[in-house]
């Protein structure tokens, strides 16, 4: 699944290609993950985008209709926008992001009028003057919202997400992680109730940084340590948003390229390398259902 900096990168990207295009018509096969919440397809025609943000791992494209577009990519999505120009897409990488669009994994088309001829505009014609944007899930996990607009009326509808990774002021994090004093670290970290946006990749790098072993229970967590972990986390998501993503096997960035985050990644499919610190083979192990990987001479369990 696409963590914060992947879904980050996407976002910004789109940001820059749809900001300031108004929205002409929405296609979708996928009912049961289409949520209008008492919108239509008639409130947004005419929307004018004014702003591609992120919360968590959520895309938001927010109108001056006082409509926002809430999706989430969630484990197979992807969204590629498409114009008489250029092409960007990000998400994951099957089926290809150069396939041609709309295709069998095509759940929603979102078209937008760049100025020219719309009057007689069809959904799938790629006529010009449009543009189109495409939300491809090839399993049906990821879904759409509209709502309101308005960070409380969002926010509403992500209830049950934590504070953002970025976003989260260490004071917060602090004050979060003391109620949760038998609960493994690292399965606390990916658990989007306390916090947004971190997952498998980004919750070993910034434990690595700490230097913090994933199975430690957060109550036996020292305040230093608390304090490296926080830097670890924020160093870690920066540089990944910088770098443009994972090169994991489950994200491309907008350019259609593997990002390059995993070139500079310390921990997360390190396995059996040096680790940098210490030239200790990096271990693998299955915890909580998901794999971890840390350094165990760096990261001890039962640090003395």
């Not at 100025?115 to 003057?129: A, I």
Request: charged share 25%.
């Amino acid at each position: 699944m696409p963590e914060l900096p992947e879904v980050t990168v996407i976002a910004n990207s789109l940001n820059k290609k749809i900001k300031g295009l108004t929205l002409e018509s929405i296609e979708y096969d996928w009912p049961k993950k289409f949520f209008w919440n008492g919108f239509s397809v008639k409130d947004l025609k005419g929307a004018k985008v004014t702003k591609v943000d992120r919360r968590g791992k959520v895309v938001l494209i927010e109108t001056d209709k006082n409509i926002t577009i809430l999706i989430h990519l969630k484990l197979t999505g992807q969204l590629i926008y498409q114009d008489k120009k250029m092409r960007i897409a990000g998400g994951h990488p099957l089926p290809p992001l150069n396939l041609p669009v709309p295709n069998k994994t095509t759940r929603v088309t979102f078209v937008f009028n760049n100025g020219g001829p719309t009057s007689s505009v069809r959904l799938r014609s790629g006529l010009r003057g449009t543009s189109h944007l495409y939300f491809n899930d090839i399993r049906k996990f990821g879904w759409v919202r509209i709502v309101e607009s308005g960070k409380l009326k969002v926010e509403s509808f992500l209830e049950k997400l934590g504070p953002d990774a970025l976003e989260i002021s260490f004071e917060n994090f602090s004050q979060r992680l003391a109620s949760k004093g038998k609960v493994r670290i690292k399965k606390l970290l990916m658990d989007q109730t306390f916090v947004a946006g971190i997952g498998n990749i980004y919750s070993d790098e910034g434990l690595w940084r700490a230097k913090i072993h994933p199975a430690r229970a957060v109550g036996s967590l020292s305040d230093s340590e608390i304090k490296a972990l926080y830097k670890g986390l924020q160093e870690s998501l920066k540089l990944a948003i910088e770098k443009g993503g994972s090169s994991a096997n489950s994200f491309v960035d907008s350019g259609g390229e593997a990002g390059l985050f995993l070139t500079f990644a310390k921990a997360y499919h390190m396995t059996g390398k040096p680790c940098a610190r210490c030239g200790t083979p990096i271990a693998r192990k299955k915890m909580d259902g998901r794999s971890a990987h840390f350094c165990p001479a760096c990261q001890q369990q039962f640090p003395k």
